[in-house]
């Protein structure tokens, strides 16, 4: 039976920049085979580790529903297939709103800035605690698509084969850009300054944000194909507001403002160079084979980045890289939307995979 599960770590996790998170938490949901090869699962930023809805315990969808299941692409008879959530996230692993053990308290503003490179770290700290000796795939969208490079980057020992999907070997400056616009937004209101990240102001700038989401993460055939035929601009207007502030307040019930902070800015930090002396030498250590993602209207990972990433890897192991782009009118969301284009890219992948069993 499926259902999300909490792990207290072995040992303290220390920061990249040496700050110490005591007693530390994951929260994870694990589907499948418990004996079969291990497949990992990472979210998107904003997300959580529900990334199959395959029993009744939880029955909201998870965001790769389409792709986890018994003969699935993620096949629950043969993997072991663990979902974890990244630490600094909302869903129950250390971060903003679990407990400081120091004061009792949860940790709010003062939890420590932490990067990509400590996302992948504490993952595989939480791996081994789980009994994980190698991850045989895998595979992940958007953050998660950075945080396991960075995994298999740092640990190419560890992880047998990666499929990142809306991904990049280095956070893009227009990413950059649009996460500094939602921060800011949060950090500039008297609430936040103050501490109250529950206040009405915080809240209000993270209904706001849910909506910049909507607009930036998709693409603009999205909103001609929903206004298609429609000839009245008040009507138009209409559609579209009723489209963007719907699910606004639910969003910010989920989403703590810390957490997003956290989150935006361990997004903000990635690149795979960092630690060694150039790109070159980090996409040296990719010696796995790799199935890389990308969607067509994406305004956060045009394809060519991922282009960039394949070439990188093949210029030290000619084809051991294989680059895939999707269409979609949902841009960026195509990652999660696009189940369907998703499988056709991922059946023959993981079916060399098999045979190298």
């Known amino acids: 039976m499926t259902e999300k599960k909490f792990l207290t770590l072995s040992t303290s996790y220390t920061t990249i920049n040496g700050a110490e998170i005591k007693q530390p938490v ?57 979902s974890l959530n990244a630490l600094g996230s909302i869903a129950g692993t250390s971060s903003a709103i679990t407990i400081d053990p120091d004061t009792g308290k949860p940790y709010g503003k003062n939890f420590p800035y932490i990067t ?58 227009g990413g950059i850009a649009i996460h500094n616009v939602f921060i800011n937004s949060i950090q500039n209101t008297p609430g936040w300054q103050s501490g109250k990240s529950d206040s009405f102001d915080v809240r209000n700038a993270v209904m706001v944000m849910s909506q910049m989401s909507k607009v930036y993460y998709t693409h603009y055939s999205l909103y001609e194909k929903m206004t298609e035929g429609m000839t009245d601009q008040l009507a138009k207007e209409k ?96 990652c999660v939307l696009e189940g369907e284009q998703l499988k056709a890219a991922m059946e023959p992948f993981k079916v060399g995979l098999l045979q190298s069993i």
């Open 239 to 334: 559609q579209l507001s009723d489209y963007l502030m719907a699910g606004m307040e639910a969003y910010a019930d989920g989403h703590d403002a810390n957490c997003v902070i956290a989150c935006l800015r361990a997004c903000n930090s990635y690149n795979l160079a960092n630690g060694f002396s150039s790109l070159d030498e980090a996409l040296g250590r990719l010696n796995m084979p790799a199935l890389v993602i990308n969607v067509d209207t994406d305004p956060e990972f045009p394809p060519h980045y991922g282009r960039e990433l394949v070439d990188g890897i093949n210029a030290h192991y000619p084809g051991l890289a294989e680059h895939v782009i999707i269409h979609s009118i949902n841009g960026h969301l195509g």
């Open 26 to 82: 994951v929260a994870y949901e694990e589907y499948g085979n418990p004996d079969g090869p291990v497949v990992l699962l990472c979210h998107g930023g904003l997300s959580n580790q529900h990334a199959a809805d395959i029993t009744d315990v939880d029955p909201a969808p998870g965001w790769w529903d389409k792709l986890v299941g018994s003969g699935n692409i993620f096949d629950t008879d043969k993997f072991r297939i663990l």
């Open 116 to 173: 990509m490179e400590d996302m992948a770290r504490f993952t595989k700290q939480a791996l081994e605690d789980l009994g994980v000796e190698k991850v045989f795939w895998a595979a992940g969208l958007s953050m998660g698509s950075l945080l396991l490079l960075n995994l298999a980057v740092l640990f190419p020992d560890f992880v047998g084969a990666i499929t990142p999907v809306a991904t990049s070997a280095y956070m893009t400056s």
